[in-house]
């Protein structure tokens, strides 16, 4: 089983996709992170984000192994991780070299102790348009930018890190028209994609919801 899970940040998808994760006993991959792993290896050897065949470069070397040991450092998740991954993701050479990387993964998904796991659920921005258009079920999880950037605004406090909501909101709305507008892979639903909107939708509601679609694809 194959269950992809797309939206612009902080709409949700994470949480979303994990806990479905969990109860279903399927191996994750959150897709963000091949990008993360780039611009973080850029980030960390002073490379400049703005050189394309640089970056090209970085995404050709990257290890499924040397991706989960960059998570671990602090700025794989930081504010700044998710920017320079937005930037060298709008590459459309850099997407295609870390397509496969992605794609491989529903082949043999395994648990991150390396145990087989019987499905997937991929969380992205074109899991279901272009890592697995072939999806068993596709989710695409939105939210008003305000909302989101509260979300955020709050995950950086609760995790002791500083942030201004209004910096925070920029930055929500800044990597949106990036993701949307790129040339290669824009972020969009799948069109037999569901459309989930949390803006007045909570985690438990969205939850129910998608276990009810995929209960019912399973009987
Ligand atoms: O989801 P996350 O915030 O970790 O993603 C980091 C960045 O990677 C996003 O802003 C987006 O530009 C890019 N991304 C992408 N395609 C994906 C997943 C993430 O372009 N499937």
Do not use: W
Request: with cysteine; glycine share 6%.
């Amino acid at each position: 089983m194959i269950i992809t899970i797309d939206g612009p940040a902080a709409a949700g998808k994470g949480t979303l996709a994990s806990n479905l994760a969990k109860k279903y006993q399927y191996a994750y991959f959150d897709t963000g992170m091949v990008y993360r792993a780039v611009g973080l290896l850029m980030h960390l050897q002073n490379q400049d984000l703005n050189d394309e065949q640089v970056a090209l470069k970085f995404a050709k070397a990257l290890t499924y192994g040397q991706m989960m040991e960059l998570s671990k450092h602090p700025d794989f998740r930081s504010s700044l991780g998710g920017k320079n991954a937005s930037i060298i993701s709008a590459y459309p050479e850099v997407r295609k070299a870390l397509l496969k990387m992605q794609q491989d993964f529903s082949l043999n998904p395994v648990f991150s102790d390396g145990t087989p796991a019987k499905g997937v659920i991929y969380d992205g921005r074109d899991t279901g348009t272009v890592v697995c258009p072939n999806a068993d079920i596709k989710f695409f999880v939105t939210a008003s930018p305000e909302v989101r950037a509260k979300r955020r605004y709050k995950e950086f406090l609760d995790k002791g890190m500083s942030a201004d909501y209004e910096d925070v909101l920029a930055d929500v709305k800044a990597r949106d028209e990036r993701d949307a507008n790129r040339s290669t892979s824009p972020m969009k639903p799948a069109e037999d994609a569901m459309i989930f909107d949390t803006s007045d939708l909570s985690i438990d509601e969205v939850f129910k919801k998608a276990v009810e679609v995929i209960d019912e694809k399973q009987k």
